[in-house]
């Protein structure tokens, strides 16, 4: 090894949610650990992502709360003020993105942090600037992604947003254009919306929220007409141009949409080239690490989060790095199961899922029954009057007699939605499920008649 060369137990690349769990654990449990990362750890959720665009969802639904008052409380007028938000935005994000909070916390757990963008060069084996760094015990890739910009004509020459810029705005535009109809296009353009800007949101697939059962988009879809947001779904865009200060879209049919921004949300992938992932013998043209139930990608390689294809969440990357971390210490974990992710997409009303759709299941082979209920039906759903749009969805393996998959949509939906990750991940029967007590009136009682629906 060269003389700005070093053996440790173990190398993290990527120090997002999971990678920093990971390295922290690992070097808790006194193994010599190295944590890479050419970004702020933490990675994109605390900074750019799931915390700040929550906070941004907060303050838009308390706008949408304040001008449901009249017909319920008294009179209201409701004036957005984004400066706020911003201020809040920047001081979560310790002033201005800096992440000198979130190193010390690694190093204070005995961790060694190199700032850099690293590449394999080999097994175990990472090269990050002018050092070289082997790993003798495990070599963990957490690369995290990165968005993906449609290869649309004049696109890349023009200054649109991400979702960074998107959440480092300080001020609001009085148009946007979302392109991608994905969790993060629909909740950052409700966010938008709300606070003034004439939103349009231009979808390639049929519907909004495409990954969801269709009843969630159909109520999306909903509440957007409602609320004044265009959404063009089916859209295939001929071009991109900007001149003086407004973005205009054309379609192969159908007249242009202009606007003051774009914001281009139109997914994430990983950067496997600019890894070195073929060094260890990893297909680099792949759009995720293959991994095995303890993530193992390769003889001494972990991988775990966002690169790994199971889901973009801060959730799975930390579940995986509990696996990882496990097995890196020989403490034999259970293999992973991706039988019950949950997720929830954050617009008012909240869409949260679990499991198989309806029509994964049925593609599974699985013979199936649907329960459903709507919440404006339920007792809260009336307290609640305004505001109050959703629905459970209930997906049983009818052979079982167990939930498989599950939708609840409707205020608080990603909370109702616990009873049912549970439920599904845990495969308790419907029969044990409809013996339940569930507490009068409340949003998930729902559930209740959705199963009685189930029966039927």
């Known amino acids: 090894m060269s003389a700005r060369s070093q053996q440790v137990d173990v190398v993290v690349v990527g120090l997002g949610p999971g990678g920093e769990d990971l390295a922290g654990r690992l070097a808790e449990a006194e193994l010599s650990v190295v944590g890479i990362d050419g970004g702020l750890v933490g990675g994109e959720c605390p900074y750019w992502g799931c915390v700040p665009s929550k906070m941004m969802v907060r303050a838009a639904d ?15 007028t409701v004036t957005p003020d984004w400066g706020p938000v911003a201020r809040r935005i920047r001081d979560e994000a310790t002033d201005n993105w800096d992440d000198t909070v979130a190193v010390e916390r690694l190093e204070g757990k005995g961790a060694r942090f190199v700032r850099g963008w690293a590449r394999v060069t080999g097994a175990n084996r990472v090269v990050v600037g002018d050092e070289e760094i082997e790993a003798s015990r495990a070599l963990v890739l957490n690369p995290g992604t990165k968005p993906w910009i449609p290869p649309i004509t004049g696109l890349a020459a023009t200054p649109f947003w991400t979702n960074r810029q998107a959440i480092e705005t300080e001020e609001i535009p009085d148009s946007l254009i979302v392109l991608g109809g994905g969790a993060i296009g629909v909740e950052l353009g409700q966010v938008f919306s709300r ?6 949101i231009v979808e390639s697939a049929d519907r909004l929220v495409a990954l969801e059962e269709p009843e969630a988009s159909e109520l999306v879809e909903g509440v ?22 407004r973005f205009t879209v054309e379609f192969e049919d159908g007249g242009p949409v202009s606007a003051e921004q774009i914001l281009v949300a139109t997914g994430r ?14 297909d680099e043209s792949a759009r995720a690490i293959d991994v095995d139930g303890r993530l193992r990608a390769a003889p001494g390689v ?21 696996i990882a971390t496990q097995d890196i210490l020989e403490q034999d974990p259970p293999e992973a199961d991706y039988h019950a992710v949950p997720c929830v997409t954050f617009t008012d009303p909240e869409v949260g899922s679990v499991g198989l759709s309806e029509a994964a299941a049925r593609a599974d082979g699985r013979a199936v029954r649907i329960g459903h209920a709507e919440i404006p039906s339920s007792t809260r759903g009336w307290i609640h009057k305004v505001g109050n749009k959703g629905f459970i969805k209930l997906v049983e393996d009818r052979d079982r007699g167990v939930l498989v998959g599950a939708t609840s949509a409707g205020p608080l939906g990603g909370e109702v939605l616990g009873l049912l990750a549970l439920a599904v991940h845990a495969n308790v029967s419907t029969a044990t499920l409809a013996s339940m007590i569930y507490a009068y009136p409340t949003f998930h009682r729902a559930i209740e008649a959705a199963l009685d629906d189930l029966s039927g």
Request: proline share 3%; glycine share 18%.
């Open 62 to 76: 308390l706008l949408a709360e304040g001008r449901r008052i009249p017909g319920m409380a008294g009179k209201s």
């Open 195 to 200: 606070f003034g800007s004439q939103v349009t």
């Open 224 to 245: 957007f007409a409602d609320e004044g947001i265009g959404v063009l779904t089916g859209a295939k865009i001929r071009r991109v141009d900007h001149a003086d200060g």
């Open 269 to 282: 992938r990983p950067d496997l080239a600019a890894l070195g992932i073929a060094s260890i013998g990893l």
């Open 302 to 322: 972990w991988a775990i989060g966002d690169v790994t294809g199971k889901g973009a969440f801060t959730h799975m990357s930390m579940y995986q790095a509990g």
